[in-house]
């Protein structure tokens, strides 16, 4: 990953993320697919993450995955906000030459752990990231004995990504081997082409994941849903958003 500077936040609160998100302009702003994860995403990296712009490659670091890639606006505002970026990094946004761009570019955006827009491929990556520090030893299946802190992996899917067979794959290896390090977090704002019998947390539950479904706006609902045990399974969140949003 390619180190950028990035000076101390001035604009760092929820309140101020308008005004983050506001200093990019310009076309194809996928507005809707933006806000949508807003307010997950600020709940994740000022109450849950254990990640900091200092610690990027720190193999202890939590990992977070935005595999909803294509409408990353909200994400840079967040990240902005928790010193990732600067405020003139955040003003040069899909220009020539700015490293961000309308999908994140891991190697050119400080924090961001892959490269994602093309829907559908996160939650495989997230499996790989969970399998992959299991097999580094940085994690173990957790017990009663065991309570130290162990990194762990989050990715965040829109409920429509769910149409994709690939995904399928994903939640029934993470339910097979017990990946209680991983965390899902899907965004519900109704676009899925087909939904679900019984639900998007019911396609979870049936292979073994430990699911809760919130309202995606509720900071404190979606504070708890992430902290809650689930012992020797993933868990799912299923964040319900504004229609469409």
Not at 78 to 96: C, I, N, P
Not at 211 to 239: K, S, Y
């Amino acid at each position: 990953m390619t180190p950028q500077a990035a000076s101390p936040a001035v604009l760092s609160r929820y309140a101020d993320l308008p005004t983050l998100i506001g200093l990019m302009t310009g076309d194809e702003k996928h507005q809707g697919a933006a806000t949508s994860t807003l307010d997950v995403l600020w709940v994740l990296y000022d109450r849950i993450l254990n990640v900091s712009p200092d610690r990027v490659d720190d193999p202890q670091r939590d990992r977070f995955l935005l595999s909803k890639g294509h409408g990353p606006m909200a994400y840079y505002a967040v990240l902005a906000a928790k010193g990732f970026l600067d405020l003139g990094t955040l003003r040069r946004w899909s220009e020539f030459d700015s490293p961000l761009g309308q999908h994140p570019d891991r190697a050119l955006v400080p924090g961001v752990e892959i490269s994602s827009g093309s829907l559908g491929h996160g939650l495989g990556l997230a499996v790989g990231t969970a399998l992959g520090l299991r097999a580094q030893g940085l994690t173990t299946t957790r017990t009663a004995k065991h309570t130290a802190p162990e990194p762990r992996v989050f990715v965040l899917v829109g409920d429509a990504e769910l149409d994709e067979g690939s995904n399928l794959e994903a939640i029934q290896l993470a339910g097979r081997l017990e990946l209680g390090g991983l965390t899902t977090i899907v965004i519900d704002n109704g676009s899925a082409t087909h939904g679900w019998p019984g639900g998007i947390a019911s396609r979870f539950t049936a292979e073994g994941w430990t699911a809760h479904v919130v309202n995606g706006r509720d900071h404190d609902a979606l504070a708890h849903a992430f902290t809650q045990p689930h012992p020797r399974q993933p868990l799912v969140v299923v964040a319900e958003v504004e229609r469409n949003s």
